[in-house]
């Protein structure tokens, strides 16, 4: 008996995961997928949002906007209660998948939720509310550099950019009314630490 005890003692505890809303969720992969489809769908890699210019390939189709339409939002969002733009391709992916979920019924993907996300720094533990967050995200798209306003396909390319053509530029500058901080900030990291003090 005093056997059987020692060896349950050394056991790992056993533990039941419950599903709170009886169904999980898509997998990033599905996901990607499901938001790659439904690019396809609305904004045909080929074919300019603006002009309906059929391009022969996807880089060409991409290098027509750049030269006809640079700075505008073609690329708009499916969810027509949000309906927010986006001068790329990329822009559009971006949102997609931080503010929106997905469903797929038959044949038909459907936008199921909205779910704005809070932005946090790891550095310094900053956090923002929603209010700021949508007000951030307005002013400062992650896959376009704010200086030059080139364009990029991952936020690690943005950053890179800003580190090697803009080294110790301010590029972030602070958003709120009457703010005395007029210098701009170095990072998007120290706007949030930031606009943080403004909401304590």
Known sequence: MKAEQKRSRGRPAMTTRLETNGKPGNSPAQTAALINQLMDQSCPPTLCPLCDHQGNTRTGTEAHYREHHKGQNGYVCMDKSCGQGFSSRPGLQYHL???????????????TTSKPKEIKTTQRGAKLKDDMVKRLSAHYN???CPGCKEEFAKKTQTLHHINTSHPKEKLFQCFVTNCQHDQGFG????????????EE
């Open 97 to 111: 998948r931080a503010a929106h979920s997905f469903s797929k019924v038959k044949d038909n993907i459907i936008i």
């Open 142 to 144: 992650p896959l376009v």
């Open 187 to 198: 990072s998007l990291q120290a706007l949030i630490y930031h606009l943080a003090k403004h």
